[in-house]
């Protein structure tokens, strides 16, 4: 067996070298590349792609067509709805201030990742956030609270340095507070400190 080769399940492939443990719930077409550890009672959805060494761990829910990179751990807490993308070592945490002697397992802080976001590689997510729909985290960005949907955060801690749109252009936005999208012409309006699409 070549070791590119994946092995059909119920619809979705998984490497021969990965383990996925019973009681998961993984939609049809989603890819599970090498070495990866995908516990029980976790959601994925359908069409996602799950790079090498990825652990998703008990009642984390994924979306469809996610794209999770090499190198992520996903632990309880952690929601990420549809096509999310999150880049190479993203990581995550559940606890704000864990201690190896003290178990805070009911204490689990949420993290929710909103549509079409996508974390850049080495981010680090900080518990208890929403990160918004389409926003966009930059490389190695530590987040510490919310990130609007739309925006482009940065740095640690990372803060907001424009917005984004939908496919992650830039957008400028004139006298009139309107940005078009250069790639797709989609249209955008910022109003009161927040962006909404308003052409497709």
Same mark, same amino acid.
């Given at each position: ?41 976790? +959601? ?7 790079? +090498?060494?990825?652990?998703?761990? +008990? ?15 996903? %632990? ?31 204490? %689990? ?24 729909? %389409? ?24 803060? +907001? ?40």
């Amino acid at each position: 067996m070549g070791s590119t080769e994946l092995i059909e399940r119920d619809g979705y492939f998984v490497h021969p070298t990965s383990i996925v443990d019973n009681g998961c719930s993984i939609g049809k077409g989603t890819r599970i590349w090498h070495f990866c550890h995908v516990m029980g009672d976790c +959601q994925i959805g359908r069409d996602c792609n799950i790079g +090498q060494n990825v652990v998703v761990m +008990q009642h984390v829910r994924v979306g469809n067509g996610v794209k999770i990179q090499n190198n992520v751990s996903l %632990y309880t807490g952690v929601e990420c709805d549809d096509d999310v993308f999150l880049g190479p070592s993203v990581v995550f945490t559940n606890v704000l201030n864990p201690r190896s002697f003290v178990s805070r397992r009911d204490k %689990y802080a949420p993290t929710r990742v909103r549509r079409g976001a996508s974390l850049g590689a080495n981010a680090t997510i900080v518990c208890g956030v929403e990160i918004g729909e %389409y926003a966009l985290v930059g490389a190695g960005a530590v987040v510490v609270k919310d990130v609007k949907p739309f925006a482009l955060v940065v740095g640690n801690p990372a803060r +907001q340095i424009g917005w984004v749109s939908r496919y992650g252009n830039r957008l400028i936005f004139n006298d009139n507070s309107e940005a078009e999208c250069p790639e797709t012409h989609e249209r955008y309006l910022l109003k009161d400190g927040q962006v909404q699409m308003v052409s497709e």
